[in-house]
């Protein structure tokens, strides 16, 4: 076993302390004493059954999943550091590569501990004009109720949208709302403006948004952050509309596949934190079935989630791993699972729903597409 390894085996563990990777409670790592192998404990506890599961599927982490995110510290040092200087700082990455998940489960938090950071996060999806002015209405007109919020947001989106009220101005208003306050403004799925928006919209939505960056340059420190979080394939999109492709040069943060050794506390480190073992040589099979695929961290933390489910007591083990189909088939399997207790009736329609949560790429890779219950077509069973 290598020396990398070892230290997050629990079966050479006897002691463990804490060292500082990230801040309060944001990111925690630990160092594992080799001093002597313990046998593993299969008995179940009391409170065994009733542990949290510290994996996410196939959802990105968000801020209320803080203490479970491991294995992105230097992205989310780099990420924060840029917060420091800079208003705009797009986030660039391989399908499945976290991108979210850095963003919302580690800037997040660690702007929080300062103190003086409001946030409000959006999805372009088909109007990201609407999206974007009910993200910031509850902070441009502050104390209103959910519905005059959403008739204000309604309103915000047409002076946006025709160029009545700049977002300049709107930012500034904010401001003037939260003198002592930054804001960060994460607009995540940036690639939907070029899947799911026509190019007029998309032109006088990306004009919008560096008409505000631009007046955010002329101050020492800007007030407000905007973040963007896009699949790295649609960087020649974006580069396409020159304007835009000037503002993006030499600034954008590339998030890259992990290492071995963050792939490893990915997997081992939200277990210690409820103090979960795997069993003797799990970690290794686990990371060598994962191997170095661009986009394979969903499918590693789906198959966490399926294996926890699937623990004996506090220990996680090769049994279980194999029942639930490894890393690689452990989300075929469940989706085979699901689709086979259907009626044939129910699997014509998830077929047809499937087609339709699906926009092919032109040039690029398939993405996913966003629809409505009510655009599917909804049948007792399904749902």
Known sequence: MSEESAKYNPEFTSEVKGVVVGE???????????????PADP??????????????????FGPQDAEFFFGRKV???????????????????ASGSGKSSVVLAGLVPRLQQEGHWQFTHFRPEKDPFHNLAQALVPLYTPGLDQTDQIAQGKKLTVYLKNGE?????????????????????????????????????????????????????????????????????FLGNALAYPRFADVLRSVDIKIRSMNQEELTEVIVAPAIKLEVRFEAGLVERILRDVADQPGNLPLLEFALTELWKQRTGKQLTHKAYEAIGWVEGA?????????????????????RIFVQLVRPGEGAEDTRRIARKGELGRKAGIW
């Open 331 to 351: 989300l075929a399997k469940y989706a085979n699972e699901k689709y086979d207790n259907l009626s044939a009736e129910e699997q014509e329609q998830v077929r």
């Open 75 to 93: 992205f989310i040092d780099e990420l924060y550091g840029a917060t420091k200087t800079r208003n705009f700082i797009p986030v660039l990455g």
């Open 24 to 38: 309060g409670n944001i990111i925690y790592n630990y160092f594992y004493y080799r001093e002597e192998v313990k």
């Open 165 to 233: 009220i700049l977002l300049a101005d709107v930012l500034g208003k904010i401001q003037q709302n939260n003198p002592n306050q930054r804001v960060l403004l994460i607009a995540d799925q940036f690639e939907e403006i070029y899947t799911l928006v026509d190019e007029e919209i998309r032109r006088r939505f990306l004009d919008c948004l560096l008409d505000g960056l631009e007046t955010q340059n002329s101050l020492a420190v800007p007030s407000t952050v905007l973040v963007t979080t896009m699949r790295a394939d």
């Open 43 to 60: 008995m179940v506890d009391a409170d065994s059954e009733n542990l949290p599961c510290p994996y996410r599927g196939l959802l990105h």
